[in-house]
């Protein structure tokens, strides 16, 4: 190795040491946890805001006998208006105990920022409301 290759690889790692060799890490999105109830049966999860949508993961445990849904409206908190509606099919527990679905959902607020509260709920299998927990960006 000649003499200035040498330089510039000592200078190189000398530089990596002083100001990092990775690339800067991206802030995280914010989140919030969600719990919503209604007898033997709730979904535990967390919403994320993202810069256009929320999205919501967690289980849905259902007792047995009993079906519902998760469904997930995105908000700008003060506004008349809830961004569209999203909603897993229908899930049902087993005849003689409980079941458990991962849920997945994104809901899109499409304005610049996103939505700041996300609303998640519980719905029987005929489509009445049980519960609710809300989300907030933090």
């Known amino acids: 190795m000649s003499a200035v290759h040498a330089a510039a690889v000592s200078a190189s790692i000398a530089a990596t040491a002083v100001f990092g060799g990775s690339a800067p890490a991206q802030a995280a999105y ?79 607020a499409p304005v610049r920022g996103g939505a700041d509260l996300a609303y998640v709920s519980l719905y029987d299998q005929d489509e009445h409301f049980l519960a609710l927990d809300s989300a907030w960006r933090s």
Request: charged residues 15%.
């Open 30 to 108: 914010p989140t919030d946890s969600v719990l919503v109830s209604y007898g033997s049966s709730n979904f535990t999860g967390t919403a994320t805001f993202y810069d256009r949508s929320v999205g919501v993961s967690g289980t849905l445990k259902v007792a047995a006998g009993a079906c519902m849904r998760v469904k997930v409206n995105a908000r700008i908190a003060g506004a008349e208006e809830d961004f569209p509606e999203v909603s897993t099919s229908l899930k049902c527990g087993g005849s003689t105990t409980y079941k458990n679905y991962p849920v997945s959902l994104t809901a899109t």
